[in-house]
């Protein structure tokens, strides 16, 4: 499967607790985004990475919130001290420089805080 | 008020209806305009990407965009039970390509 991908595909966690989700871009893929998708809302934009620099932030993405993409390849973020209101779908999609408003999004991790 | 506001629905319509959907938008900025696929607990799925305004068709799906009213449709044609989905509408600005989402249409199609 050469597509984005995401793990875990859920995670429940106590609230603050600390969690850290994964995404796999397409091979060769530029560009890394995240958002977020709460019920009945679309995905919101977070931050996006070009290569491993961070060029972006929502001021969505509080102080609780970090991101990285240490080789240029997949990339994590963090959620320090878990809230019930990070109870959301995080998304990850990721596209090459060329087409850079082409986005192929991933199945999303599942966040449930308790 | 939201960047883009999309109606939510829920549309339901008997199979082989052609389904419409739209978005309207507030920044003059977007030139690029999308419409994404999302099934119940999945990542959205790109179906119609458009640069600027005019129409695009692909199959059963036609995308139209008019930015001197800053509104854009989708329209389903001879929809099928496997359409039934959730529509989101997307856009971004041409220096700046983060997304900015409707809240999307959920969609049944009826056997």
């Known amino acids: 499967d050469t597509g984005v991908s995401q793990d875990p595909r859920h995670k429940i966690t106590k609230r603050g607790q600390n969690v850290t989700f994964r995404c796999d871009p397409i091979?060769?893929?530029?560009?890394l985004y995240w958002y977020r998708q709460t019920l009945g809302q679309g995905p919101e934009f977070l931050t996006y990475f070009q290569n491993e620099a961070q060029l972006e932030k929502s001021r969505l993405l509080s102080d609780r919130f970090s991101a990285e993409r240490p080789k240029g390849s997949f990339s994590t973020l963090e959620i320090q001290r878990t809230e019930q209101g990070d109870s959301a779908m995080y998304l990850c999609?990721?596209?090459?420089?060329?087409?850079?408003?082409?986005?192929?999004f991933g199945p999303g991790t599942r966040l449930t805080v308790l | 008020q939201k960047e883009v506001e999309q109606d939510p629905g829920p549309l339901s319509v008997p199979e082989g209806a052609i389904v419409s959907l739209n978005c309207t938008y507030s920044n003059s900025a977007f030139q690029y305009f999308m419409w994404y696929r999302q099934y119940s607990r999945k990542g959205p799925e790109l179906l119609m990407y458009t640069y600027s305004s005019g129409n695009k068709e692909d199959g059963r799906f036609t995308a139209q965009v008019d930015k001197s009213s800053k509104y854009i449709s989708l329209f389903i044609r001879d929809s099928q039970p496997s359409d039934s989905a959730t529509y989101l509408c997307?856009?971004?600005?041409?220096?700046?390509?983060?997304?900015?989402f409707g809240a999307g249409t959920t969609v049944t199609v009826r056997a």
């Open positions: 999609a990721s596209s090459l420089l060329a087409n850079t408003d082409t986005q192929y």
């Open positions: 997307a856009m971004s600005r041409s220096n700046d390509y983060k997304l900015s």
């Open positions: 091979s060769e893929h530029n560009r």
